[in-house]
């Protein structure tokens, strides 16, 4: 069988194997990859550094922009400086107000330490309850200057075995413990979560927050993960919808739903503050709690921080809250 050089038969009528222009010391079945003596035998890849080199470092940089810095979105420094309201400097104060915004006590603990007379305010001595003071005064804590603190706002996501205060006398686990190296300005607990009820937890130096996000009247809902022991039944669910009585107050639920399956997971919306309102509320038609997570609080949620863990607010959800949108 005549065939010609062109051809992709052989004599014999069968077919050649294609040319693959390797060279001799290579194997037959090697493929070539065009690349000279001594060079790596992996495939080069479009835009790869030379083989065996350092990894040069890449520039945080995106395409077309400056550099980025290195402060995320809920990084310590600054999530600190929030932006404070404007204060009128002739608008006064109480005295114990001043002192525990400046972070030095406790509203009723300054009131002790004005009766003790270690207070001074332009160089007089107060120890008058109800004093009012201005923002421009010379107020001094046993000879030193009083300086107003800058707000810190801490979202906690409290884990079991913990006290929500600032000190137990039984030395237990407490949520301050949690957050104490989290910064230098004295914060405390806006409300309370029961010791093995785990959810989000707000924390704060900011008193006219905290008294805001405290009283009933301001209607701050909340939403609980509940667990029962058993199925709620339909009629105790109804019971639960109309409302039960608590210290002569009826708490009706804003929403119940069933999240899964079955009918022990609940979730309960509801903005009574209350002392262990949701326990009590199952309680009182014959249910025992099991396990009771806070999952979200006057608009605040646990998304993406871990049981135990915390973080800064960002100043547009501390704006929410001081504009009362909870």
């Known amino acids: 069988m005549h065939t010609n050089m062109y051809s992709n038969l052989n004599n014999e009528g069968e077919r050649r194997p294609r040319p ?7 194997p037959a079945s090697a493929r070539p990859r065009f690349r000279r003596e001594g060079e790596a035998t992996e495939r080069p890849q479009f835009g790869q550094r030379p083989f065996n080199s350092e990894r040069p470092q890449r520039p945080n940089k995106p395409f077309g922009g400056k550099p980025k810095r290195n402060n995320g979105l809920y990084s310590n420094r600054k999530q600190q400086e929030y932006r404070q309201q404007n204060e009128d400097p002739t608008k006064p104060v109480r005295l114990n107000k001043y002192l525990a915004n400046a972070g030095i006590c406790s509203r009723r603990e300054a009131d002790d330490f004005i009766q003790a007379g270690v207070i001074t305010v332009n160089g007089v001595t107060v120890d008058s309850l109800g004093t009012k003071v201005l923002p421009t005064d ?73 008294a805001k996000l405290t009283h009933p009247k301001f209607h701050k809902k909340k939403i609980y993960a509940v667990t029962l022991d ?29 999240p899964k399956a079955d009918r022990r997971h609940i979730g309960l919306e509801i903005h009574s503050g209350q002392n262990r309102v949701v326990r009590r509320i199952f309680e009182k038609v014959g249910y025992k709690v099991v396990n009771l997570d806070r999952v979200s609080f006057a608009g605040l949620t646990k998304k993406n921080v871990s049981r135990g863990k915390w973080r800064f607010l960002t100043p547009k959800e501390v704006a929410f809250l001081q504009m009362g949108q909870f």
């Open 20 to 26: 693959r222009f390797r060279r001799e010391a290579e």
């Open 138 to 210: 010379d107020i001094r804590f046993h000879d030193q200057p009083v300086r107003r603190e800058r707000k810190v706002y801490i979202l906690l996501n409290k884990p079991k075995n913990t006290v929500t205060t600032t000190d137990d006398p039984q030395e237990r686990h407490t949520v301050i413990d949690i957050v104490r190296n989290a910064c230098a300005e004295r914060i405390y607990p806006v409300g309370r979560l029961d010791r093995n009820t785990t959810g989000v937890l707000l924390l704060t130096n900011d008193g006219d927050l905290a």
């Open 230 to 258: 058993r199925e709620l039944e339909e009629v105790d669910e109804a019971i639960i919808r109309a409302g039960v009585v608590l210290d002569d107050e009826r708490i009706e639920p804003d929403a119940l739903e069933f």
